[in-house]
Nanobody, 120 residues
Framework: QVQLVESGGGLVQPGGSLRLSCAASGNIFSVNHMGWYRQAPGKQRELVAIIIGSGITNYADSVKGRFTIPRENAKNTVSLEMTVLKPEDTAVYYC??????????????WGQGTQVTVSS
């Protein structure tokens, strides 16, 4: 099994910044991708940003230019640097990882979620 532990959510004013972090642990053989999704009340979960093992990143149009997945030195970790936050960024943010455990198949894993609230 793979465990994803997130940190860094909270309350921030519009225009402010936050950094989310996620660390994967467990009997990990390999990680294919890691990233962040979010779910606002009454809405479906949506992709925010993802980084594939080769270092390729992809961002939702709504966050391009404001959110960044920085290069990490620690293995099996992913962060999300969020700037110029808007009220519409308010959501529960979930860390996601596609990983193989032992010799098993590629499986999607989820963190428990961390609340980000953008409000004055």
């Amino acid at each position: 099994q793979v465990q994803l532990v997130e940190s860094g959510g909270g309350l921030v004013q519009p225009g402010g910044s936050l950094r989310l972090s996620c660390a994967a642990s467990g009997n990990i053989f390999s990680v294919n991708h890691m990233g962040w999704y979010r779910q606002a009340p009454g809405k479906q979960r949506e992709l925010v940003a993802i980084i594939i093992g080769s270092g390729i990143t992809n961002y939702a149009d709504s966050v391009k230019g404001r959110f960044t997945i920085p290069r990490e030195n620690a293995k099996n970790t992913v962060s999300l640097e969020m700037t110029v936050l808007k009220p519409e960024d308010t959501a529960v943010y979930y860390c996601n990882a596609g990983a193989r455990v032992g010799g098993g198949p590629l499986t999607n894993y989820w963190g428990q979620g961390t609340q980000v609230t953008v409000s004055s």
